[in-house]
């Protein structure tokens, strides 16, 4: 079992929709999750960082966390072709204390 | 405030060569990331510092891959002698502890030939 998983995609929505990205994770104890947006090209860009259980908005972000299920997710509202990336699941593991990343999962927004 | 310093920003290497790479990170940060990344995959943990003392170096291919982070602040990363298969984009990340937000520098594109 991978550590962090994503869904690789690519998730094709067209422009104003709600894009829902999907991560889960192995480690049960980990205290801290991460979204980071990645261009072509370009290093990673963090986006949102979420430690608790619910929601965490921020603009046109929300993460979602669900400890219980070792899940957690990001959606995007009112989805801009700018949006189009790869969006990349982090998780600080609570064995060893290291930031493992997912694959990513490919975000296309279609004018 | 300044960001994540990497250099170089590209280089090609042949094959069985030795190359390094330099990173500094964001002041004040005690923990420092190497990754790499393959086109088309996630960032792959090399090496994980917090300060001058190693957490993980788990993935990290000890035979030919070596990183240092001397007096807890800016890190170095050889490679000697590199493979082909170690053609990436070698990131440099740094976070003020272990769990909080990391960032990262623009990358090292590294090509061996």
């Known amino acids: 079992q991978k550590e962090v998983e994503q869904n690789s995609g690519p998730l094709s929505v067209p422009e104003g929709a709600i894009a829902s990205l999907n991560c889960t994770y192995s480690d049960r104890g980990s205290q801290s999750f991460f979204w980071y947006r990645q261009y072509s090209g370009k290093s990673p860009e963090l986006i949102m960082f979420?430690?608790?259980?619910g929601d965490k908005e921020d603009g046109r972000f929300t993460a979602q966390l669900n400890k219980a299920s070792q899940y957690v997710s990001l959606l995007i509202r009112d989805s801009q072709p700018s949006d189009s990336a790869t969006y990349l699941c982090a998780v600080n593991m609570e064995y060893g204390n290291k930031l493992v990343f997912g694959a990513g999962t490919i975000l296309r927004v279609k004018s | 405030e300044a960001g994540v310093a990497q250099s170089p920003r590209y280089k090609i290497i042949e094959k069985r060569q030795s190359v390094a790479f330099w990173c500094n990170p964001i002041s004040g940060h005690a923990t420092l990331y190497w990754y790499q990344q393959i086109l088309g995959q996630g960032p792959k943990l090399l090496i994980q510092f917090q300060n001058n003392g190693v957490v993980d170096d788990s993935q990290l291919p000890k035979d030919r891959f070596s990183a240092e982070r001397l007096k807890g602040v800016d890190s170095t990363l050889k490679i000697q002698p590199a493979k082909l298969e170690d053609s990436a984009v070698y990131l440099c990340?740094?976070?003020?502890?272990?769990?909080?937000?990391?960032?990262f520098g623009q990358g090292t594109r590294l090509t061996v030939v």
């Open positions: 990340a740094s976070s003020e502890q272990v769990r909080s937000e990391a960032f």
């Open positions: 979420i430690y608790s259980n």
